[in-house]
């Protein structure tokens, strides 16, 4: 019975109150819609040819650094009448508005939990398909970082009714740092300045790894760097299930081209912290055994600047359904953005 009660919470949880019931959030309704679930709002004269295409390249292209292809958003298109005349589209969480009109000033409006929240809307107005192709390629970046930021406080918000008080104190008492953590979660290691929490659920396993590091140098903070020392720190604290086996990184090499087998990406992006971070993604696999699966971290710098914290979030999602490692993957990503010193 636990299990079952455990399964319906993750995928409420995944499908965020797409019904719009969820409960209120800075005085707003609960926002709706799935998760990284993209409504576009445009008549079909528009949302054709080479606007869809567009559309279709931005936000439908494939999610970095994944084991099997997965799109960034999944893309919901209604026409502008359904949007303004039915209620719950107007509480959908990512929000595309798009309008070409001769009589346009080519403009972009910008609402933040207009309707409900989290919440954000992207309004643009051309005066024809190849301005709005300009006005999109121009706030491409912006529209997926608040787009992404929403679906962190989803999560945040979803955590917020079950909250891990345990597992959060035993972060904070082990390590001085605070997560945002659910009651799933469980304490796997707390060893010096290394933890590990996760959950293990029938379908899927999640977890985060956090260590942290004397600050020394910017290069630190170099891709192999960094991955060598997410590598190490998987191999020394996180065993698999069989004898010998351990977790690291898939760093395997194509014999003839010398590429990664796996994609591996590594960027600066900003923080709630406001401390310099470097995000890497990739696949981890089990050295030993055949598990495997993505893994999204984060190097972040103290605000004192004297430590360096990584916070690597895993999924291991063999079936990738009823959950998606992209979906699942999310909410890894949620839980290391809410990191505090």
Not at 69 to 97: A, W, Y
Not at 102 to 124: F, G, L, T
Not at 183 to 211: H, T
Not at 274 to 287: F, I
């Amino acid at each position: 019975m636990k299990k079952t009660i455990f399964l319906l919470t993750v995928t409420a949880l995944l499908l965020c109150g797409c019904s719009g019931q969820s409960k209120k959030m800075n005085g707003k309704r609960g926002s709706s819609g799935k998760t990284l679930e993209l409504m576009v709002v445009a008549d079909k004269d528009v949302y054709n040819g080479e606007v869809k295409a567009l559309i279709d390249s931005i936000f439908g292209s494939p999610q970095a650094c994944l084991p099997q292809p997965d799109k960034k958003f999944d893309i919901v298109q209604i026409p502008k009448s359904s949007f303004e005349s039915v209620e719950m589209f107007k509480v959908h969480r990512n929000v595309l508005l798009l309008d070409v009109n001769p009589e346009n000033n080519n403009k972009v409006y910008h609402h933040k939990d207009r309707y409900s929240a989290p919440q954000v809307i992207y309004d643009i107005a051309a005066k024809d398909t190849r301005s709005l192709d300009s006005l999109l390629k121009a706030y491409e970046k912006a529209i997926v970082s608040e787009m992404y930021e929403a679906e962190h406080k989803r999560v945040w918000k979803a955590y917020d009714g079950e909250e891990g008080y345990e597992v959060e104190k035993a972060v904070k008492e082990g390590l001085g740092l605070g997560l945002k953590l659910s009651d799933k979660y469980s304490v796997a290691k707390m060893d010096g300045d290394f933890g590990w929490v996760r959950i293990e659920a029938k379908d899927f396993g999640m977890g985060v790894l956090i260590q942290k590091y004397d600050y020394k140098d910017k290069g630190q903070f170099d891709e192999n760097r960094l991955l060598d020392s997410i590598d190490s720190m998987m191999c020394r604290y996180v065993p698999g299930p069989s004898e010998g086996s351990y977790m690291c990184i898939e760093r395997r090499r194509d014999s003839e081209s010398g590429e990664y087998l796996m994609e591996i990406q590594s960027r600066a992006v900003p923080f709630p912290t406001g401390t310099y971070c470097v995000e890497t993604r990739g696949c981890w696999r089990l050295q030993g055994n055949f598990m495997g699966g993505p893994f999204v971290s984060y190097a972040v710098l103290s605000p004192d600047n004297k430590e360096l914290v990584t916070v690597t979030g895993y999924v291991y999602c063999p079936r990738n359904k009823p959950y998606t490692k992209r979906d699942l993957l999310m909410q890894m990503e949620s839980v290391c953005y809410s990191l505090e010193f």
